[in-house]
Structure formats: structure tokens, C-alpha cells
């Protein structure tokens, strides 16, 4: 078993619906633990199970009828019930000395609720709709890459962000298959990628659009009174309409960033099965200051996060070769190295006068993409996850 966790795509009378059966689950959670507590406390002992299905009973027979409590028929049976699920969990938990004695739960611990299909598992379908039983149909940010048999909804919020994740059978994902075997993927600032298959992907033009469009705007409002709270100086609306709009153009430019990665990595993982792609040189790359601004920008970071967690789905393996492995400097051809390249040399010219690749030159990226894809296994390292949208159970 493991989870899939993907982001939901919420409007304002979703996330409403969604922390109502938060505080719905709470405060199931929290009556079935007063009530257990006092049971105990007046001298009732034996099975916690037992105790927690008649407090449930207590609960539908008696407390959900009461006329302060009408809101909760307006909420999804699915979730008080999870929620005395939960509660019995926590007692046996605490039974087997796993974790410590059920406590009551506060807004302080943030939102979240399960969703439990009793009536069993159901198929979620893939594509960019979830259907969470009793709760309805809602859009998710990233797509299902396949449809999965699932029983159990969990719903949570981080900051702002909600997301859905699912226990899912692995045996009952569909294998993936992949048109093509293997690939080598070189990262590059004025082409995003070059695959050894021979494609190339652009960056997206959108983003340096709008990062000097934001850059002219500080520049304009560079002497607004941005407020400061030690000196007791109060920003002023205008700036604080500028920061706003500001706030604003940064998350759409993330926002776009974000959709050509995710589309650009499962366009990759769906085609191939073997992916290989460079180290990424921090260090080095960080030293040039031009450099490493265009190279955050344009996320290879994520991008390499994102081709990793999505091996998960796709069934790819991801590689990563050392980064002291020479790929742009070597010849894909004859494999002699060449020490004289420029970063400014778009092309690959080999050294050596006998090979090919001396009179016909080739697409320095290509070249590259092709050493990459041929790394002998010394310099190849299958690729862990850091950051993991899939959590192991
Ligand atoms: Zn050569």
C-alpha cells in the first residue's frame, strides 16, 4: 500500500465545505473522547471498541438530533464515522505502546478529515477530476496519471494549499508501458532540455516576460513608503496596493512555471522508461551570478524533483549522473575529450581530425544529451527522492 497526494484545486465555497467537515471530524473526535473518559472515570472498564460503538450510537440516537446540532446533517456521514474510526485507532495505538494517550485535537492542529468508503473500494479515475464519495466532484491542480482503486479520502490543508491523498494498492496500479527505452536529458539555460532522442524542449517564454515586467515595475515604485512597524511608520495604501499586485504577478508567473514543468516531466516519463539526466553543479553554477538566476527560474530543481516522484506513477527509473562525468565535453562519437569548449560554442566540434564528428559538427546540447544517455555505470546512480508527493506506508 502507499498514498498518492495530489493538490486540489478549490474555489471559495469548496474550502468552506471542506474546513466544515474538518471541524466536523474534530469535534466527533473529541466527544468520542470525553466520553471515554468519562466511562473511565466513573468505573466503566473493558473493551475501548465496544465503548466507542455505543458512544456512536449515543451520538446518531441522540446527540446528531438535537436542534444545536442540525448542521451536522447538512455534513457527510462518511466523516463522523471515520472519525470514531480514528479515535479507536488512537486508543489501540496508545494500547501497544506506539504512541501516547489520545488527546483532544484543537484548530491549532490545522484541517484535515478522512473520507471512508464502507460500502468499498472505488475507482478513481485519472485525469484532472476527483469524485470524493458523499463530497462531490472537485478539480485537482495536477492530473491522476492512471485511475486507482482507493477506499479512503484523506483531505488536509497546508497553509492555503488543500490537497486529497489516497491509499492506493500497488498491484492494482496498470503497468505503464513505455514507447521508448532510455533517454539522456541535458538541462540548458537557452534550450530547456535536450533529449538524446533529439527533440528539444524551449524554455517557456512567458516567464522572462513577466519576471522583466515585474523587475520594471519595483523599479517604478522604488521609492513608495513601504511602512515600517519599529519606526511606526504606516504603509501607505498605494504601496500597499503595489506589494498586493506584486504578490499577485509572482504567484501567476509560478503558476505557469509550475504547468510546464508538470506537462514537460509527464510528457518525458510517459514516453521513456530509463531516465537519465545530469547531477546539478550548485556550486558551480551558483558562482555565476547571471547564471544561477536563469537556472532557479526555470526550476531544474523541480524539474528533476518532479521527474523522480513521478517514477512512482510511471513506473520510470530516473538516473543521475555524477556530475564530475565530462558530458558536454566529450565526443558522443569517438568519446575523445575536448578541453578548449567555450560556453559560448553552441556546437560540438570533435579534436580529433579521424572522427566524424570533426567535419560535421553537432548540437552541443545533443552531443551532451547523447553522453548522458551512454554514462558508463560508474558514474551512474539511481535517483532518491528528497521531497516526496508519495509517502511510503
Ligand atoms: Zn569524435
Known amino acids: 500500500m502507499y498514498a498518492i497526494k495530489i493538490e486540489l484545486k478549490l474555489n471559495n465555497k ?39 460503538n ?9 446527540t446528531k438530533k438535537q436542534p444545536e446540532n442540525q448542521w451536522m446533517n447538512q455534513l457527510s456521514s462518511k466523516v463522523y464515522q471515520r472519525a470514531f474510526m ?24 490545522g484541517d484535515s478529515f478522512t473520507v471512508y468508503d464502507s460500502n468499498g473500494k472505488v475507482l478513481a479515475l485519472s485525469g484532472k477530476k476527483i469524485r470524493i464519495p458523499t463530497l462531490g466532484i472537485f478539480r485537482l491542480k495536477e492530473e491522476l496519471p492512471c485511475s486507482y482503486v482507493t477506499q479512503t479520502f484523506t483531505i488536509s490543508r497546508q497553509a ?17 508501458y513505455h514507447p521508448q527505452e532510455a533517454v539522456g536529458i541535458d538541462l540548458g539555460v537557452k534550450c530547456f ?39 511606526g511608520v504606516k504603509q501607505s495604501n498605494r504601496a500597499k496596493k503595489f506589494y498586493d499586485s506584486i504578490a499577485k504577478k509572482h504567484a501567476r508567473s509560478s503558476n505557469q512555471r509550475k504547468d510546464f514543468l508538470h506537462k514537460t516531466t509527464t510528457d518525458i516519463s510517459r514516453k521513456f522508461y530509463r531516465i537519465r539526466i545530469e547531477d546539478l553543479n550548485v556550486s558551480g553554477m551558483l558562482a555565476n551570478r547571471k547564471l544561477s538566476s536563469a537556472i532557479s527560474d526555470l526550476g531544474f530543481y523541480e524539474f528533476r524533483r518532479q521527474l523522480i516522484y513521478k517514477s512512482e506513477f510511471f513506473r520510470t527509473k530516473v538516473e543521475v549522473i555524477d556530475r564530475w562525468y565530462p ?21 560540438y566540434q570533435c579534436q580529433n581530425k579521424s572522427c566524424l564528428a570533426h567535419t560535421i559538427t553537432m548540437d552541443r546540447d545533443l552531443n551532451a544529451a547523447y553522453n548522458l544517455l551512454n554514462a558508463p555505470p560508474d558514474f551512474v546512480r539511481l535517483a532518491q527522492s528528497e521531497v516526496t508527493l508519495v509517502d511510503k506506508k
Not at 100 to 108: E, H, M
Open 160 to 176: 492555503e494549499k488543500w490537497y486529497v491523498s489516497c491509499a492506493v494498492d500497488a498491484e492494482k496500479i496498470p503497468p505503464t
Open 14 to 52: 469548496e474550502r468552506i465545505l471542506m474546513r466544515k467537515h474538518s471541524g466536523y471530524a474534530r469535534f466527533v473526535y473529541n466527544y468520542g473522547l470525553a466520553l471515554t473518559q468519562e466511562l473511565y472515570f466513573v468505573g466503566v472498564r473493558g473493551s475501548i471498541t465496544k465503548q466507542i
Open 327 to 347: 558530458s558536454s565535453k566529450l565526443c558522443s562519437l569517438c568519446g575523445s575529450k575536448h578541453d578548449n569548449l567555450k560556453l559560448s560554442d553552441r556546437v
Open 86 to 109: 480514528d479515535l479507536g485507532q488512537a486508543y489501540q495505538r496508545w494500547a501497544k505502546g506506539l504512541s501516547g494517550k489520545p488527546a483532544f485535537k484543537s484548530k491549532k492542529d
Open 54 to 62: 455505543e458512544i456512536k450510537k449515543v451520538f446518531t440516537g441522540y
Open 193 to 231: 532540455c535536450t533529449l538524446s532522442d533529439g527533440s528539444q524542449i524551449e524554455a517557456p517564454k512567458f516567464y522572462k516576460q513577466a519576471k522583466t515586467k515585474l523587475a520594471k515595475a519595483q523599479w517604478q515604485n522604488r521609492n513608495k513608503q513601504s511602512g515600517n512597524r519599529r519606526q
